[in-house]
């Protein structure tokens, strides 16, 4: 299946962003991945860590380079404006870049790129030389996407086009193009063929059907932009609703010109005598132009010779090509056939120096409190719940350890859906000696999922069961702040402003420094405090409470800020 | 050196004024047709295409999209006027082409139009391009100097009327539009359209970059209107959950741009007003009461009316677009700026002025 990247889905940011990088960069004569993540940070076109500016390049930048968000951004960037021909990479190394003769055409139509852009997707083929692929396979994606639609009564829907056009070996095979097509015409009419021919693929190519859904993500956004297709929702096709790219009249059109054109690929140049081979290259590239609305009056002559150049090769010297050099040969081969648009000298080449290496260490903050299990020679202040000590009795039997059974129950919940977690969570903190309650649902007043209900410091908490999201997200944090403004203004219970609002969840957040960061600006602005707390930390209190005599200080929990760190003292 | 080619242009002829003749007055009397313009020499004729070298009412310029505040928000800097790209200039017709069924009525093109050649009739906008005894036609393409002469000639001329009257049929067939265009739009349109009615009514905006996940935001605002502010923006049911996406916002920005709350206006843009019986209106009343967060809330059909009458915001305090569970109403509010009464029964349609019980 085709990878194609995807650094975002909206067409026209992405040509801004490479408009911005050519006007930054077009003096210098190479530039590298670092030099972008600069420009796109510098022209407020790219953000890291919820920051933005020279702060995101400082909180970005890794010294594991394939961990570091805008530099892997950039790589993305650069591997799309590669298969779009608006970037070559250098021959000795692959990402060192310079632009192009077609790029430089991107700009000139700047107030109306839409027409060279499409040109620009119907000329992505596969295998090519710019990204530096072999392979036996010969694919022109966009071609082989908006015919297989043509044929497919004008419509395609997300998992068809992984199955079909993006797994094609050689769209140029009639006999292979209509067994595809008939494939999926035999597919449709029962979801669940759909489903199994997509895991089967998903196995064979060993790639994660997300990540396969990934891959289509630029192409439907592209399908959207042009106008070639849109989206509609259908329930004919299978037995549900189901969202289906549709074939516009304009999409028609494009398949009726992709129909009356020969479709060039690098290796019918093969065997060629030079002057036909690049007359075909002129051509391909100055057809492609015209179809976008250029000016082709300065190279008639130039196109004039190669038509008679090629006469014998493609036996109608008038004939229309698909071919689009700049994205398919080897880069220092096009760029001898066309002119040097840049003037930039190769002595001008100079690395831009980042200055952003070693602070990040020191400048993200990671806002975490301690809550402490003391031995104690207190008993337990309330029995816990029959179900949470039965919970850890099983649990401790099988292991012998209480790490190992705090881990041994966390897996047991691993895929808990609201209606178990929220119960247990609130069992937990009455394990704890709270009186918590979870609430019922349909309760306006009680937003909350839980509540720790005190004298003077009742808390709210949000709870996200692992079936609703593994790891706790913003999303929740603004929902504890919800749940804290409720609280304090509909005093259904009494608590005070500065008594923490609890998330509780399965995982710490995914990205730590996103969730802190919220957490902290919440508390700057509102002077609101928020604790998150990992279903892992809170058996171990649990288990430290009723199974090792200890105990933790509950002024500690009132006033959790950021992330629990239990230790155990 | 650059040895690219260029894209094909056709020579468009310019329009000029008579010698020593200039608009005194701009009237928008009569609904579905150009405005009529009274000139120095005491005749009056309709607005008519100048064929402006810079497309006002397709494009913005990069200088009108900055907003003096949060500079460095990644802002996306799409300049296309028109949300829905109804209208279209290519280089190969003479005057802007509007596509009615993607039109959505909002005046935006209107509004930008120095001669007032473009209208709205109850489909969509028009553009008229012929020549009149004050548009005359030239024997010269259209250059960047004829344009920008005669645009100065209406800069400043006091106009009268409104593009088009609100009704409630009218304000129902605006709403069908949006919600018809909103599903063949990228994700990037309800920002896109909140943005530029915005800008319309006075209000400096910036729209987040789409597919940048580290800002949440989806607006930040600014002067003229407001000093500082920030927009969520829904068209659908999840409006519910703007105020408390916007609580975030603007803890972001007290937190990188050292401001304080207080200073911050959030704006919930949406299609309707949530209902009454939904949560929204009493949680908007409790962050007031808790935080002392005053969060505004404005709907896209006011934009509209808003922008059609020509009519300024200006946002000192954050009371001006207050409401609550108290009362959840647009109407005084927008009456108010218009100085007249609206022409709308109950909430409008489902809810632009008022919310729906």
């Known amino acids: 299946m085709l990878r194609i990247a995807n650094p975002g889905s909206d067409i026209d940011s992405f040509i801004k962003i490479y408009c911005e990088l050519y006007d930054a960069l077009i003096d210098r004569a190479t530039f590298t991945l670092d030099d972008m993540s600069k420009t796109l940070v510098e022209r407020s076109l790219a953000t890291s860590c919820g920051y933005m500016g020279e702060e995101a390049l400082i909180r970005s930048t890794r010294e594991d380079r394939t961990r570091d968000p805008l530099y892997n951004q950039s790589k993305m960037y650069s591997e799309l404006f590669k298969i779009l021909g608006w970037l070559h990479p250098l021959p000795n190394s692959a990402l060192t870049f310079r632009f192009t003769y077609l790029g430089a055409h991107i700009i000139e139509a700047q107030c109306e ?16 030389a710019i990204l530096n692929i072999s392979g036996s396979y010969s694919l022109r994606p966009f071609s082989a996407i908006l015919r297989t639609m043509n044929s ?55 790639i994660a059907k997300t990540t396969m859904e990934n891959y289509t993500r630029f192409p439907i956004a592209v399908l959207k932009w042009t106008g070639w297709s849109i989206s509609e929702r259908r329930r004919d096709v299978y037995e549900r609703s189901v969202p289906f790219l549709i074939l516009t009249d304009e999409g028609k059109k494009v398949v009726e010109t992709l129909q009356s054109c020969r479709d060039i690929r690098a290796k019918d140049l093969a065997g060629l005598d030079e002057e036909t ?76 120096k980042t200055k952003i290496f070693k602070k990040f260490s020191t400048v993200l903050s990671r806002i975490s409190s301690k809550v402490s299990l003391v031995a104690s020679n207190k008993t337990h202040g309330s029995p816990a719940d029959k179900e949470i000590i039965d919970l850890f009795n099983i649990a401790l039997q099988k292991t012998k350890d209480v790490d190992a059974a705090v881990e041994l129950i966390a897996h047991y919940l691993s895929g808990a859906n609201k209606d178990k977690f929220y119960p247990l969570v609130a069992g937990l903190f009455r394990a704890l000696g709270y009186d918590c309650r979870h609430s019922r649902p349909g309760v306006n007043y009680e937003r909350w999922d839980a509540l720790i209900s005190d004298e003077h410091n009742s808390i709210p908490i949000e709870i996200k069961s692992p079936g609703e999201e593994e790891f706790i997200s913003v999303k929740a944090v603004r929902q504890a702040l919800e749940n804290k403004i ?4 509909r005093k259904a219970f009494p608590t005070r402003s500065e008594t923490t609002s609890l998330v509780v969840g399965y995982n710490l957040p995914n990205d730590r420094s996103e969730v802190t960061s919220l957490i902290s600006d919440i508390y700057k602005a509102y002077g609101v405090v928020i604790g998150i707390i990992d279903i892992r930390s809170l058996l171990r209190l649990v288990a430290g409470t009723l199974f090792e005599g200890k105990k933790h200080n509950p002024d500690e929990l009132i006033n959790l800020h950021g992330i629990i760190d239990v230790s155990d003292a | 050196m650059y040895q690219t080619l260029r894209p094909k242009r056709i020579d468009r002829p310019a329009k000029s004024l008579p010698d020593k003749i200039k608009p005194i007055q701009i009237d928008w009397h009569e609904q579905y047709f150009p405005a009529k313009i009274t000139f120095s020499d005491g005749k009056t004729s309709i607005g008519s295409c100048i064929r402006c070298f810079h497309p006002f009412c397709v494009e913005y310029s990069p200088k009108e999209l900055e907003l003096s505040v949060f500079q460095d928000f990644p802002a996306d800097k799409n300049s296309d006027v028109c949300p829905t790209s109804a209208i279209s200039w290519t280089h190969e017709t003479l005057s802007p082409v509007i596509n009615k069924e993607a039109c959505i009525l909002c005046g935006l093109c209107v509004s930008r139009c120095p001669t007032r050649a473009i209208y709205l009739d109850n489909d969509g906008a028009c553009v008229n391009d012929e020549p009149n005894a004050h548009f005359i036609l030239q024997n010269t393409p259209s250059d960047s100097e004829t344009t920008a002469i005669i645009t100065r000639l209406f800069q400043k001329v006091p106009e009268k009327g409104i593009y088009l009257f609100e009704s409630d049929i009218l304000m129902k067939k605006v709403r069908e539009k949006v919600e018809g265009v909103a599903h063949t739009q990228s994700a990037q349109f309800p920002n896109h359209l909140a943005r530029n009615l915005l800008i319309a009514v006075g209000i400096g905006a910036a729209m987040r970059r789409r597919g940048d ?145």
């Open chain 2, 213 to 357: 996940t580290n800002i949440r935001m989806d607006l930040v605002l600014g002067p003229p209107g407001v000093k500082h502010g920030t927009g969520e923006v829904e068209l659908g049911a999840e409006v519910l959950d703007a105020p408390r996406n916007i609580l975030d916002n603007v803890a972001i920005l007290v937190a990188r741009y050292e401001l304080s709350k207080d200073n911050i206006i959030p704006f919930v843009v949406s299609l309707d007003l949530p209902n009454l019986r939904s949560e929204y209106w009493q949680f908007i009343k409790d962050v007031k009461n808790v935080l002392d967060v005053k969060i505004s809330s404005i709907t896209i059909g006011a934009l509209i009316v808003l922008t059609w009458s020509r009519a300024k915001i200006l946002i000192r305090t954050g009371e001006e677009f207050y409401i609550d569970i108290d009362s959840p109403s647009l109407r005084p509010r927008i009456e108010k700026i218009l100085g007249r009464t609206l022409n709308i029964k109950d909430a409008g349609y489902p809810g632009f002025l008022e919310s729906s019980k």
């Open chain 1, 486 to 489: 409720i609280l304090l203004a």
């Open chain 1, 113 to 128: 790129p839409k027409e060279i852009f499409k040109e620009s997707i119907l000329g992505i083929v596969y295998p090519n």
């Open chain 1, 277 to 352: 081979k690049v007359s075909l290259v002129r051509l391909g590239f100055y057809q492609m132009l015209g179809r976008a609305g250029f000016e082709l009056e300065p190279v008639a002559e130039q196109i004039a010779k190669d038509r008679r150049h090629v006469t014998k090769f493609l036996g109608n010297p008038n004939m229309s090509l698909i071919f689009s050099p700049f994205q398919e040969l080897e880069p220092e081969y096009v760029k001898s056939l066309f002119p040097d648009f840049t003037g930039a000298s190769a002595s001008a080449q100079h690395e831009v």
């Open chain 1, 152 to 206: 497919l009564d004008g419509l395609l829907c997300r998992d068809e086009l992984i199955i079909g056009p993006l797994c094609l070996d050689d769209d140029r095979d009639s006999d292979k193009f209509s067994s595809m097509l008939e494939e999926i015409a035999s597919i449709r009419g029962k979801w669940a063929r759909l489903g199994k021919k997509l895991q089967t693929l998903s196995d064979k190519r060993n």
